[in-house]
């Protein structure tokens, strides 16, 4: 069997064992809090790896973009939740074929997203499922008051064209609230949407589910009454970001393979995958852009589209043409960047894969 290290670079890298194992905890511990999982697969764009998620459990599954659905529904998904506004005729009809093969459900956040829409749906025949995005505090997308939520809903109901499937929130503010303070966090963000699904019944209203989604707290919104389905995205593979919130290093499943391209004597190697391989988010005060896998103080401090430059020191030393792995700052990011992906099993290479959803912007 091929070994990874046998592979060209850059080249990202899935580690099969701790991927499945991922997978299987989320999905294990959703199970056992009664909580639907329909996770978002803009993290990996991968019908394989969606694939293994629907296998352990996942009710169906998120997008972020119509052509991240058109991939998964060619690839043969037929429960697909695009969790993000899509405006303009063009999306519209793009949606209308998509819900014209398998269950879609599309969002809106105000009237002037809801009414479009539905008129084209009603042009067509046909009726969406739309759910309407609630902001908890992100600062994004989202209805941000009852009277917003309330205007919403009353547009989906103004027509034959859209049906209202639930309310949802992205609760990405979390990222920055602290370990000891996550389960309040989650609690209020959870107590939030509850009081927006209850204005909705108040006013006759429907809001058949309460979808709340993200990485670091998706564990502690699930335990909150009335949350009905969670979208994390990165707990498949975790990242340096995910790490920094207590996400496991030894869970870590994605690394970019990367060759020394040259040493410098001021102790720093230059690596043949920069920004165009990694990604260049740094969220981290001391501006790193990612580890090696098995050297945890051997950190990138800068990146340039095609270099990585890699700080050495505490004794290490690395040759041109040493085969290195490291952990991205953002998986997401990281992933978009690459046609394919070699899923392994220690260091065996077991396929090369498609990240087939890669690139679907629109
Ligand atoms: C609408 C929506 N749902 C779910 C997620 C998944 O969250 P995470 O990236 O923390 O896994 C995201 C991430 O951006 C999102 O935008």
């Not at 119509?66 to 991939?71: C, K, L, Q, S």
């Not at 690394?255 to 260049?280: E, F, P, Y």
């Not at 004794?315 to 992933?335: E, F, M, S, W, Y």
Request: with cysteine; aromatic share 4%.
């Amino acid at each position: 069997m091929q070994s990874i290290y046998d592979l060209d670079t850059p080249h990202l890298i899935v580690d099969l064992d701790r991927l499945e194992r991922n997978i299987a905890e989320m999905a294990t511990y959703m199970a056992s809090a009664g909580t639907a999982l329909c996770p978002h697969t803009k993290t990996h764009k991968s019908p394989y790896v969606a694939g293994l998620q629907l296998a352990a459990g996942a009710t169906g599954i998120t997008v972020a973009k119509i052509g991240e659905a058109e991939v998964m529904a060619d690839a043969g998904f037929t429960n697909i939740f695009i969790a993000n506004q899509a405006v303009g005729a063009i999306k519209y009809q793009r949606m209308l074929a998509l819900n014209r093969r398998l269950d879609l459900t599309c969002s809106v956040d105000s009237p002037e997203t809801a009414h479009p829409l539905g008129d084209a749906a009603v042009l067509a025949g046909e009726k969406l499922q739309v759910m309407i995005e609630v902001d908890t505090g992100l600062g994004r997308a989202g209805c941000r008051s009852v009277t917003e939520l309330i205007e919403t809903a009353l547009a989906i109901e103004s027509t034959d064209g859209l049906v209202c499937a639930g309310i949802f929130t992205h609760e990405g503010h979390l990222y920055g609230s602290p370990a000891d303070q996550i389960i309040a966090d989650a609690a209020s963000a959870a107590a939030k949407m509850c009081a927006m699904r209850d204005a909705l019944l108040e006013k006759g209203l429907p809001c058949p589910k309460i979808s709340m989604g993200s990485t670091p707290s998706a564990w502690a919104v699930a335990m909150q009454p009335g949350v009905d389905e969670v979208r994390p995205g990165v707990y498949v593979y975790g990242d340096r970001l995910q790490m920094q919130r207590g996400f496991p290093r030894d869970n870590c499943a994605l690394t970019v393979l990367t060759t020394v391209v040259s040493v410098r004597a001021d102790g720093v190697a230059i690596l043949d995958a920069g920004s165009k391989s990694l990604a260049s988010d740094s969220p981290f005060s001391d501006k790193t852009y990612g580890e090696d896998l098995n050297q945890p103080g051997l950190v990138l401090k800068g990146v340039s589209e095609e270099h990585g430059h890699l700080r050495l020191g505490n004794g290490v030393q690395v040759r041109v043409g040493d085969k290195l792995r490291i952990i991205p700052n953002h998986a997401c990011t990281c992933v978009n960047m690459h046609d394919l992906f070699a899923v392994c099993r220690a260091d065996s290479v077991e396929a090369v894969l498609p990240v087939a959803g890669r690139g679907k912007i629109q």
